[in-house]
Each structure stands twice: as C-alpha cells, then as structure tokens.
C-alpha cells in the first residue's frame, strides 16, 4: 500500500488511527503491528512471511548477542553471534537483492548462459534488514539492550511509516518511544501539517514532473533543450518522490507519537557534493558512516586506507540503490567526487560563492541521470545528448511545449526545494505571535491551507494520475 | 483550549466527515461524464488477496467511488490548467471555447497498418468486381486548433503518407471544405448538419447527386461531448442535431448485427452513455440504408467509424442502398459472408484519430 493512495488515505488510515487511540498505551504496538503487516501484506502477502521471520531472527539474535556477552555461552562469543546474524541478513538481502545481477555478470563473463531467477525484489528490505542489523550491532556495542519483547521489536522493524521507503529508524533513537511515548496535540498538529506537506509534495509535484520525465522517454522527438528538461525534472522528481515519503512518514510518526529522523535538508542549497550528502538520504549516510566506514577505520587511518574506506562505503551506497552497473558507476562517481573535494576542491568551493553551487547542480544532474539510466549504455548516451554530443537538434517542438507546459511545475518545484518558504513561514509565525488575533489568522490559515492541500492531493489521486514511489524499487 | 487543539480537532472532524461518506455512500454504478462503468466493491477471496488482485480491485473501487467524483476531477483540472499553467489536462487542450485531444505524434506503423489492412479488403473483395473504391481521410479538430501552441502531427504529411500508402483507392481530400465550426466543441466528431457540402463533395466526385435540402431538427438534451469527460474542465454543453427531409424519412435501415430494423436516427439513444450513437444505431458492425426514392440506381458501401455514421444518411439520398461497414466490429475476414462486391461504389471514410491508432481495426 502506498500513502498517496485513496484506500490508505481515506480507508485504512483512520481506521488505524481509530483502533490505536482507544487502544490502552500498552496495547498500542500490538496495533501498531498489526497495522503494519495489513500494510505490507496488501501488496506484497507472500513476503510478508519474510519479513516476520527477519523479525523473528532479529529477536532471537539480539537476546542471544546480550547473554553471550553476559557469559552465559562458552563457545559463543558475541562476535560470532553477531557475525552469524549479520550474514544471515546479509544472505536473505543479497539473494533477494543481486542474485540475478550476480548470474547475469557471471554469464557476461564465462559466455554461460545459466537461466536467470528472475526473483520479486520484497518491497521495503532494503530498509528492514538495515534497521535490523543496525539493532544487532547496537546491542552488541552496548548502546541499547536487546529488545525482551517480540511485539515491540516487530512494531519498530515492521513500523508502517517508514517500512517500505525509509527513514532508515535506528533502534536506539526509538528505545524508548517503544516503552512509552505520549501523544500531544502539538504533536499531532504539526504531524498532520508534515503529513499534508510530504503528500502534496508527492501528488502535486513529484507525480507532475514524473509523468514529464516518463514522456520523455517515450518521446520520438527529442533534442538537446529536451534532454536538460528531463534532467532537470528528473532531479526535482526524485526528491519531491522521496522527501515527500519521508515527510509523510515522519508526520505519521508524530501522530503516533514517535519522533522519526530527518531525511532530508534542502540537499539542492548545497555547497559541495560533501555537503549535499549531509542533506539527501541523512539516514542512510548516517547508517553507512556508523556501521560500515567507522568500523572500517574512517578517516583516522593512512591517507590510502581512507580512500580506500571512502571508495568502499560509495561502492555499497550505489549497490544499495539498484542491482545494476549504473548504480555502481554512480556510487563511485560520488566516491570520486568526494575524494577530490577533500583533497582539494573543498578549500577552492570556499572561496568560489557564486560557482559553487551551479558545480554542485550541473555534477548532480549528470549523477542522476546515470541513475535513472536504465543501463550504463544507456546513461552514457544520456549523458553524450545532455552536451549535444548525440547527433540531435538544439531544440525541438516537444521540448518547447513540454518547457511551457511544465514551466509553472518546475518553478514551484526549484522553490519548494529551497528553504525559502519554511523561512517565509517561520518568519510569520514569529511576527504574528506578537497579537493573539494575527496568532488565530495564521492559525486559520494553516488549518485551510493543510485542508486545500489535502483535497488537492485527492482530487489529483481521484483523477488517477502518475502514482508511483521511487524508492519502493530499494 | 489551545491552538494545537482547535486545529487538530478541526481537520480531524472535516477529514472523518470525508471518511464517513467514503465508507457509507451507496455505490455509483456508472460515470455519465466519464461514459464508463465504474468498480464495484471487490469480493474478497484468498486467492484475489495473496495475487495481489484484491489490492488492484480494491484501489480501483476506492479512486472510482470517491465521493464527489466529477467534483474533484474538475477540481484537479482546474487548477492543473489555471494555476499550475498546464497546457493540457489529461492530454485535452481548451481552445477557443474547443477541448481538443492532442493527436500526437503521427504513428506511421499505424498508417501502414491501417493502409495494409484495407490492400488486403481490396485484393480480397474489390480488385476483382467493378466496383469505384474512394478514400478520404476526416482530419480531428486537432488539425484546425493545434497550431503551434500545442503539439500536434504534421497532417498534410499525414494524409499525404496515408493516400500514398492506398494507391488502389481515388483519394477525395476534404479537409479544404471543412472549419473548426463543423465539429461539437465539446466532442471529437462533426455535427452532421455543418458536413452536408462535404457529403454533395463525396458524391459528386463519386458521380451521384444529392439533392441536398434538409430539416435540420436540434433535440433538447444538453451534449457532453467525449472530451468534457475526459478533460472535466467546465464547459457549456454542445446541442445535437440532425438532418432529416422525406427521402430520408422512408429510408429503410437494417441493423446485421441485432438481425432486426432500426431507424436512420435512434433519439432514444441521445440519452445515452454516447449521444452521438444516435447516427445509425451507434456501434454497429454491419447496417443498410435502402432508399426507394434514390436520385441514382447505384449502391454505395462505405467502411468507416463513427465519424461516417453521421455521413451516411446524407449519402444515402443518393443511392438505392448503402451499406455502412465498421471493421472495428466486424473483421475485415468475414465481410463476404454479408456483402457481394459487384459494380458499387465503396468508400473508406476514416478520421485521422483512428487511422493514426489503426490498432482496433480488424
């Protein structure tokens, strides 16, 4: 199921609001479960056995992991466990994930032809298993202590918010809001406002601008101007897409009581590829940084094992996003980016204020287009047409009618993806405070605005455009 | 009661009204804007559940019975054309008070097709008979309103390509004797009482004359067009009329398809899903006009859509029986079975929306 959709929107949603709320507080991730395996078994029934037994395993592994370090095993040191757990999750990941890029490369190169499985990549695994494992290495470091209750662990792996498209929760930042979490009405205001915020970004723009770039490749008529439009609709799309699901999971969070990390911070303001990566995915970078490049030694190693680190850690990002050579060459693409910026660039990006983030954009631009690429043959010849190097016109009468049509979108979009707005919006609130009549109009006007948005969206959904989520495919 | 409160408690009450009306609104069984029938509520089954089929049926049902339908279909329209500045909405452009689909790109695999299909009418049936075979291509509105603002094919390559595809058949271009005001704003078609110096064309160069003076009689019954459907952007509705006069009136019309007699126009049918299907009974396979006070002893077969049903009662004035033949319905294989090819005149009247998707021709 996905938000932006009616049946969850005006079916399944307050019907789960409706049982959570008189549900007494130690009931609640009961239904929270519960509520979250109708969601992942609405479209995906079969794998939501999966899904259990990754749980299941989960639990067993983080009980275990705290009793052998108590001890209590003498041939079983937590590191083993540990070891075991993660490559089991590994396992489940790997053969769900890469087992058919694995054979097709294995046929590429030895000239076999051994059938490929043709396996249902489980929706959401890529999150899960992440959030599991990241449980199991924070229990093993200590940081938290393993979960003694099923339920609760289950209703933080299997949480519907963030289950299928991230935010990537880490354990420990939850702990506690699974023992006991309140639920205020500044909690739910300002949930139901992100909600309404992350489903209009969604429906109203990110769906918009995905309908231009799948005209796009359908499209018998294309031409350079055509090219830069579709790259420039393709970066806004993605981060209405994602931001816009990670908006409506954190605001379903608070309206459940649970404060979820950020995932994104106005990435397109950056000022460096280093900075943009501070901003897009937070809880990815953040769960690669804690569990892959840290333990790797980070960058308190020699210069060479540093880079090696970084190059490691951008090989697995791209790997995580797709089982293609395109998302590999664009990890690595970032990995070099990265290298070059702290060896050099960084200290130049400085001083250059103007350049800097049109660098930023342009190189931006070229990693998502790759990413989009269906194949690396195909993001190679994307990237020749981009710099009018494909043998096609400047410009042609699609791109021009497509530029005119979409231009008010694509504006709306450029703004909406700057702080722009939220600081419009801070700023009012704190001069309006001042009087308690200018507080009740902007309360009013908030109210109606998160309303108008809310039919919009609906009114968008009902005509049954454009609908799908990007990152449902991770 | 704080602000937090007000305002939660506010959206919460309008969102569960909404919600309210969602669960307990008895089910529309029919979109009379959208000329579909709408889903029903999903039976549920194991199988459907765990196929993944009852989320499909059941996201359907729950999009299709939203409350206020049209309403929120106009809504998104509106503000995707007026705010947003779309130039069209679910590809219909509004024009000069026009809604217009966007025939766009020229499909030539459909022209050859479609040029392929009916070689293979002609080798079977006509190239053996003494029959004069016509074609004219009916150009959309798209070809008088597109311009540069909106994309739209290149038509005078288009009919140029599709004559050129037909050699056995004698082009008669039409497109000159045709204007924007000869078409419903709201729908594809032409309205048949602005195509009658079309029709005097068609049979003149056909060799029959029409005497051509008609009643034209306008029904009472607004007409929402196909594209006011699709588009849902407020639009006045188009009025539906028809051409009549004595000859026309003891035509005889014979539907092959429900083996039984209907009339030339089916009025009843004006207040159906598709008004227009009044011309000839609508989406019927295989009809006859037999007119006894013909101006020539000739017959005519005409393979057309639904844009000639509308121009056969006007060429029928001019012969002793025409045959309407629509090949979306009846394929091309089995027309021996009903018609004996012998010294007519045929003629393939087609509009550039379904040649350039010559994909439900048969």
């Known amino acids: ?474 | 009661m704080s602000n937090s409160k007000v305002s939660v408690c506010v959206v919460t009450i309008l969102y569960v009204v909404l919600v309210l009306i969602c669960l307990f609104r008895p089910a529309d069984e029919f979109s009379a804007s959208e000329r579909r029938k709408l889903a029903q509520k999903p039976q549920f089954t194991w199988e459907s559940f765990t196929s993944g089929k009852l989320a499909g049926e059941a996201e359907s049902y729950a999009t299709d019975q939203f409350p206020f339908r049209d309403a929120m279909r106009s809504l998104k329209a509106e503000f995707s054309l007026n705010i947003m500045k779309k130039a069209d909405t679910n590809d219909i452009f509004v024009k000069d008070g026009y809604l217009c689909a966007m025939e766009y790109p020229m499909e030539e695999d459909s022209i050859i097709r479609a040029a392929k299909i009916f070689e293979g009418i002609y080798e079977k049936y006509l190239q053996d008979s003494e029959v004069n075979a016509y074609f004219s291509v009916i150009p959309d509105k798209s070809y008088f309103l597109a311009g540069k603002d909106y994309l739209s094919m290149d038509y005078e390559l288009f009919f140029a390509e599709m004559y050129e595809q037909t050699p056995f058949l004698m082009p008669i271009p039409i497109e000159k004797n045709l204007q924007l005001s000869d078409y419903y704003r709201t729908d594809t078609h032409w309205k048949q009482e602005e195509i009658t110096d079309v029709a005097h064309l068609l049979a003149k160069e056909m060799g029959v004359q029409l005497a051509g003076s008609y009643e034209v009689k306008t029904l009472d019954v607004p007409f929402y067009g196909v594209y006011y459907g699709q588009a849902a952007v407020a639009a006045e509705p188009d009025a539906i009329s028809y051409c009549t006069n004595d000859v026309l009136d003891n035509c005889t019309v014979f539907d092959y398809e429900n083996n039984k007699a209907i009339s030339l126009y089916d009025i009843e049918k004006v207040k159906g899903r598709d008004p227009y299907e009044m011309f000839l009974g609508g989406n019927i396979s295989l009809v006859t006009v037999t007119n006894p006070a013909a101006t020539s002893d000739k017959e005519l077969v005409v393979f057309g859509d639904s844009f000639a049903r509308s121009m056969v009662p006007l060429l029928a004035e001019g012969y002793t029986k025409t045959t309407m033949i629509d090949i979306r319905y009846l394929p091309s294989a089995y027309i021996g079975n009903y018609v004996t090819f012998s010294s007519q005149d045929v003629l393939f009247l087609y509009s550039t929306s379904v040649l350039n998707n010559s994909i439900t021709l048969k």
């Open chain 1, 1 to 474: 199921m996905v938000f932006s959709s009616i049946p969850f929107l005006y079916y399944f949603l307050p019907m789960v609001l409706l049982a959570y709320f008189i549900t007494p507080q130690k009931g609640r991730n009961a239904v929270l479960l519960i509520a979250s395996l109708l969601f992942y078994a609405w479209g995906e029934p079969v794998y939501v056995l999966l899904m259990l037994f990754s749980i299941l395993i989960g639990y067993l592994a983080g009980i275990l992991l705290e009793k052998s370090m108590l001890g209590n095993y003498k041939f079983l040191t937590p590191k083993a466990v540990l070891s075991g757990s993660v490559f089991v999750f590994a396992g489940i990941f790997i053969y769900f994930k890469y087992t058919d890029f694995f054979i097709s490369n294995f046929n590429a190169v030895t000239g076999l032809s051994v059938p490929l499985l043709h396996i249902l990549l489980p929706v959401g695994i890529s999150f899960y298993t992440f959030q599991i494992i990241s449980y199991l290495v924070d229990v093993y470091r200590k940081e938290v202590p393993a979960q003694k209750n099923f339920i609760s662990l289950a209703a933080y792996v299997a949480m519907f918010p963030q289950l299928i498209a991230g935010p990537i929760v880490r354990y420990a930042s939850v702990a506690e809001q699974l023992e006991k979490r309140t639920c205020t009405f500044i909690m739910a205001e300002s949930g139901i406002y992100r909600f309404v915020i992350g489903l209009a970004k969604k429906v109203l723009l990110a769906n918009e601008l995905g309908a231009l770039c799948e005209g796009f490749r359908a499209s018998g008529d294309k031409s350079v101007l055509y090219y830069w439009l579709y790259a420039v609709a393709f970066c806004l799309h993605i981060y209405f897409d994602f931001s816009g699901y990670s908006d409506m999971a954190i605001g379903l969070g608070r309206i459940l009581g649970f404060s979820l990390p950020e995932n994104f911070n106005y990435p397109y303001i950056s000022a460096s590829i280093t900075e943009f990566w501070r901003r897009w995915h937070m809880s990815l970078g953040s769960w690669f940084r804690d569990y892959l490049y840290i333990p790797l030694g980070g960058n308190r190693v020699p210069k060479v094992k540093w880079y090696r680190n970084i190059f490691i850690v951008w090989l697995f990002t791209g790997l995580w996003h797709g089982a293609s050579w395109n998302f590999v060459i664009w990890g690595l693409y970032f990995g070099i980016l990265l290298v070059i910026e702290k060896k050099w660039l960084l200290r130049i990006l400085e001083k250059a204020k103007g350049v800097r983030n049109c660098y930023v954009l342009l190189l931006l631009l070229i990693g998502f287009v790759m990413f989009n690429a269906s194949d690396m043959s195909q993001a190679m010849s994307d990237i020749r047409c981009l710099f009018g190097m494909g043998g096609i016109p400047a410009v042609s009468a699609e791109a021009l009618y497509y530029l005119k049509s979409y231009g008010v979108t694509i504006l709306v979009s450029v703004i909406a993806s700057t702080p722009a707005m939220a600081l419009l919006a801070t700023g009012i609130q704190q001069k309006v405070n001042a009087y308690p009549v200018t507080s009740i109009v902007w309360q009013v006007t908030k109210v109606m605005a998160a309303l108008a948005l809310l039919l919009l969206s609906t009114a968008y959904l009902v005509d049954g455009s454009f609908n799908p989520f990007l990152y449902f495919r991770f």
